[in-house]
């Protein structure tokens, strides 16, 4: 049974930074692409971040760009994205996705490519 299991969210004031993590298990995370999306009520799932099966590409939205690092340790079977200078509109569910493929390509953008997902994790920035 795959699992993913998201962590690290909280409530952080504006310019504050949080660390969240995805673990995996029940697949084999170092085939798989991985990305994070975040959803507000109401509001249609947005992509944040995206990482390749080997680390060795990533792609993050234009709203998180300069702010966000996404990275993966494949012995742990673990992702994790380090977001800096958190505001406000940042508040949302974050989840994590996983997706079976070695291929990379901006299409991973898409939530509807992937596969498996976590249940979320909640981070909220006040003001």
């Known amino acids: 049974q795959v699992q993913l299991v998201e962590s690290g969210g909280g409530l952080v004031q504006a310019g504050g930074s949080l660390r969240l993590s995805c673990a995996a298990s029940?697949?084999?995370?170092?085939?798989?692409?991985m990305g994070w999306f975040r959803q507000v009520p109401g509001k249609e799932r947005e992509f944040v971040a995206a990482?390749?099966?080997?680390?060795?590409?990533?792609y993050l939205a234009d709203s998180v760009k300069g702010r966000a690092t996404i990275t993966r340790d494949n012995a742990k079977n673990t992702m994790y994205v380090q977001m800096n200078s958190l505001r406000p509109e940042d508040t949302a569910v974050y989840y994590c996705?996983?997706?079976?493929?070695?291929?990379?390509?901006?299409?991973?953008?898409?939530?509807?490519?992937?596969?498996?997902w976590g249940q979320g994790t909640q981070v909220t920035v006040s003001s």
């Open positions: 990482i390749s099966w080997s680390g060795g590409s990533t």
């Open positions: 029940g697949l084999t995370f170092s085939r798989c692409a």
């Open positions: 996705a996983a997706k079976k493929t070695t291929d990379w390509g901006p299409w991973l953008n898409d939530g509807s490519g992937y596969t498996y």
